[in-house]
């Protein structure tokens, strides 16, 4: 099974986008690199002010001081305990289970040399190399916009970002609107999935009113891959998490460099100015603290009474979107005011954020 698996992923023609065919491992990593470079890049943003000034601060001090305890051994443990131990390695080539299994004999080094990055006291650059990866996302894929990159983070990297996520996620459902359903504890997305079958169930049985609704879905292009830095870390701030925290994330997400596999072959390596990895167990979670300054610009407009939403139940409760990580579903009035309405909403996100 692997090696058909092998057979059936390896790369035999890619097209550039002006239509030049290539056909060799080397044409192909070229290619790909100049791709993700080109991806990876920051663009020029709009003027985040009006958002900034939008986001309300929702992490209490005390949320603060938990996030900024001393970090522990225990932690170090729990994190690796909790890690797959047959997933895919990172450029050194050790999977997890080989920490797990002799744990006892190198596990004081891990730790302290794990415990030595989070306290400052090293540098994230040397385990923060990373391999991406191409899954074809369909059948015989000829340009790269028709592949998933997918970040091979190295394990000691994982343990570090694992502990990370397991203090950040405790607060995040006191941080991130209700309407988001994904990675949130407590929450689950098949909750989102119920409420807009309900909404539509709502919708199709309406037979009175002068004013209809609509239902908009977005599915953001390279959502991950497109996060701007600045943006992530004004959103941060906005939202009151203390500056050392902010800079331990921004460390995380910043001093990655990447190399592009292919056909068992690796790229030159690159560094990034945007973006947040496939593969990286910190990126859903900064993913969704970005999607709350989308949250509050509908929001805003809701309060406003410029888009009303959809109404459901006989309470005549409305909802105006729904979030599902990068994908969402929107509801307005259908109507010319109400399309407008939307349509600057998202193009002000896209204009801050880079989505």
Partial sequence: MAVHRQLHSRITELEDGSGRCFSSTEDYL???????????????????????????????????????????????????KMMEPLKVPGV?????????????????????????????????????????????????P????????????????????????????TILGEVIDEAQGAFIPGRL??????????????????????????ALKLDMSKAYDRVEWDFLAGMMTKLDFHTD???????????????????????????????LRQGDPLSPYLFLICA????????????????????IGRERLSINHLFFTNDCILFGDASYEGACVVRDVIREYEMISGQ
């Fill in 92 to 140: 050194n080539g050790f999977p997890v289970m080989f920490l797990q299994r002799y744990w006892h004999i190198i596990g004081p080094k891990i730790s302290s040399y794990c415990l030595s990055i989070l306290r400052r006291e090293s540098q994230f650059q040397d385990i923060n190399r990373t391999h991406i990866v191409l899954l074809p996302k369909v059948e015989k």
């Fill in 142 to 169: 000829r340009f790269l916009s028709q592949f998933c990159p997918i970040s091979l983070c190295t394990v000691m990297y994982k343990i570090v970002a694992k502990v990370v996520v397991n203090r950040m996620s």
């Fill in 189 to 214: 997305i098949s909750d989102n999935v119920l409420i807009a079958y309900e909404i539509f169930h709502s919708l199709k049985r309406k037979k009175t009113g002068n004013t209809g609704n609509f």
């Fill in 30 to 80: 070229k290619l790909a690199t100049n791709y993700f470079i080109s991806l990876f890049s920051a663009s020029e943003m709009g003027l985040d002010d009006h958002v900034f000034g939008l986001v309300e601060k929702k992490v209490a001090e005390s949320m603060n001081e938990s996030l900024l305890k001393a970090f522990l051994e225990e932690e170090i443990v729990s994190a690796v």
């Fill in 245 to 275: 925290w902010v800079v331990l994330v921004m460390r995380c997400v910043c001093s990655v460099s990447y190399s592009v596999s292919l056909n068992g072959d690796c790229g030159k390596w690159f560094s990034p100015s945007r973006g």
């Fill in 292 to 311: 709350e300054g989308f949250s509050t610009l509908l929001v805003e407009e809701k309060q406003k009474g410029l888009m009303k939403g959809a109404p």
